[in-house]
């Protein structure tokens, strides 16, 4: 139950990212075709067409024994009594969340009684927007070939990308970086087509935090210490490792969701947000909105800062986080959902973590002395060996990243507040809208603020 909590982010997250994959149709319709066959009895080699596996998945209960099986080494078999509960059910779109209950027989040693399974698969969405469509009275359009095409190849990306991401880490000494244990990880291929899922470690009592609560600058050096361990990690990385990521982020997954329309759509939500509190603020938002969204120049920042590139988590804030209650604080489990990897500059983790963990006034207040623990860290976890960037460097962009990586934060506050704030203590309900308003007003007024401060450096008014 407390890990349902988790992935009901993950169906806003989604959201946008189906849009943000829209545009990569035309790209790839030409490259990616799949074959369905009506043949009675014939199963289709594809992610939106359902099977005969979990959750009408690829994957199979003899696919999971066999993988427990090898990876524990154990002859020791799933009993009848076995269960498969589907934990993100219509809140995890891209991929069947399923908490298996292996029911052991003929233990030869000590084995897990839970795991989790994360399949990649698009049936999730599929009915999501099949139900949507009849509600509204509208056409799904995401029911094309194409379009489901196209989105699968993203899926297949960003899962690979995942699984290379846990391969790096899972090399580090124990205890290193806080991670879920991994029993076993399928990537996708030419000769696998539809099967890719993680098998890992169940963790229990788990606090979700959600965006219209707020962490202590102490909690968010938690999260600065693991991303200080991934750079580092990094750094070492041969030029074919470096490869395996994305070096263009904001190009590849946002481009559609910052269409003309989408971004008239995300305006109109936001104006109404809260019986239309925020109107004047939004108007200034939308004057800049043109320069705002410069995703090629996004993509370009650690270049343009003349710093190195390093591993970026690339979606890290307080969900991406498995966190566990320590008396009145709370202390990091797992660092989690690394399909948006890429190797990019640091500030693009770094003004995400800021915006999206902290109060208006703590991140003000602390952001630049929490940037200069993040270094300190990374200097530790570099060992003496020649820095990627310096502090000023990682400070000013920052500084110059600010205002798009708070444009991407700001719309979901809102619209995740509403969605998931359900809590019938009133009081407790307008602690948290209380909240959201004062992250959201300190975060627009300082996006306006860093936007104008860096037009006059584009275009040489003022210096660094």
């Known amino acids: 139950m407390l890990l349902l909590r988790r992935f009901i982010f993950r169906a806003f997250r989604w959201a946008l990212y189906i849009a943000l994959i829209v545009s990569a149709i035309i790209v790839f319709q030409q490259l990616v075709h799949y074959k369905e066959y009506n043949v009675t009895g014939t199963i289709v080699m594809n992610l939106y067409t359902p099977a005969d596996g979990l959750f009408a998945t690829h994957v199979t209960w003899n696919d999971i024994e066999e993988d427990m099986q090898r990876e524990l080494g154990t002859v020791a078999l799933f009993g009848p009594n076995k269960t498969a509960k589907n934990i993100g059910d219509g809140n995890g779109f891209m991929s069947r969340i399923v908490l298996i209950d292996p029911d052991w027989q003929h233990k030869d040693k000590q084995l897990p009684d839970k795991f989790i399974v994360k399949i990649v698969t698009q049936?999730?969405?599929?009915?999501?927007?099949?139900v949507v469509s009849e509600e509204n009275k509208t056409d799904n359009p995401f029911d094309g070939p194409e379009f489901k095409a196209a989105l699968e190849f993203h899926q297949k990306r960003l899962h690979n990308a995942e699984v290379t991401v846990y391969n790096h880490l899972l090399k580090l000494p124990e205890g290193k970086i806080p991670l879920a244990k991994v029993?076993?990880?399928?990537?996708?291929?030419?000769?696998?087509?539809?099967?890719?899922?993680?098998?890992?470690?169940?963790?229990?009592?788990?606090?979700?935090?959600?965006?219209?609560?707020?962490?202590?600058?102490?909690?968010?050096?938690?999260?600065?210490?693991?991303?200080?361990?991934?750079?580092?990690?990094?750094?070492?990385?041969?030029?074919?490792?470096?490869?395996?990521?994305?070096?263009?982020?904001?190009?590849?997954?946002?481009?559609?969701?910052?269409?003309?329309?989408?971004?008239?759509n995300m305006m109109k939500m936001f104006r109404e947000f809260q019986d239309g509190k925020l109107v004047e603020q939004v108007a200034q938002m939308e004057?800049?909105?043109?320069?705002?969204?410069?995703?090629?120049?996004?993509?370009?920042?650690?270049?343009?800062?003349?710093?190195?590139?390093?591993?970026?988590?690339?979606?890290?804030?307080?969900?991406?986080?498995?966190?566990?209650?320590?008396?009145?604080?709370?202390?990091?489990?797992?660092?989690?959902?690394?399909?948006?990897?890429?190797?990019?500059?640091?500030?693009?983790?770094?003004?995400r973590i800021f915006s999206a963990c902290l109060s208006g006034k703590d991140r003000r207040n602390c952001w630049e002395e929490l940037t200069e623990e993040f270094y300190s860290y990374l200097k530790e976890e570099v060992c003496g060996t020649k820095m990627p960037y310096t502090l000023e460097q990682l400070k000013e962009s920052c500084r110059r990243f600010f205002p798009l990586g708070a444009f991407i934060i700001i719309p979901m506050i809102g619209p995740l507040f509403d969605l998931l704030c359900k809590n019938p203590d009133e009081e407790q309900r307008q602690r948290y809208l209380d909240a959201v308003m004062e992250k959201t007003e300190c975060l627009l007024d300082d996006m306006l603020y860093f936007h104008e401060r860096?037009?006059?450096?584009?275009?040489?008014?003022?210096?660094?």
């Open 287 to 351: 004057k800049i909105t043109p320069d705002l969204v410069d995703l090629a120049w996004a993509d370009q920042l650690a270049d343009e800062m003349g710093m190195q590139r390093v591993l970026c988590h690339g979606d890290l804030w307080s969900m991406n986080i498995l966190w566990r209650q320590k008396g009145d604080d709370v202390t990091m489990a797992a660092l989690i959902d690394f399909q948006t990897a890429h190797m990019g500059c640091p500030a693009n983790d770094l003004v």
């Open 454 to 464: 860096n037009m006059r450096l584009r275009k040489g008014k003022d210096s660094v």
């Open 183 to 264: 029993y076993y990880m399928k990537k996708f291929s030419e000769s696998n087509p539809v099967k890719g899922y993680i098998i890992m470690e169940y963790l229990d009592d788990i606090k979700p935090i959600h965006i219209y609560q707020n962490i202590t600058p102490d909690n968010v050096k938690q999260i600065l210490r693991a991303k200080a361990v991934m750079e580092a990690t990094s750094l070492r990385f041969t030029p074919d490792e470096r490869k395996e990521f994305t070096e263009k982020p904001f190009s590849e997954l946002f481009a559609e969701f910052f269409k003309k329309e989408a971004i008239d």
């Open 123 to 130: 049936l999730a969405v599929q009915q999501l927007y099949a």
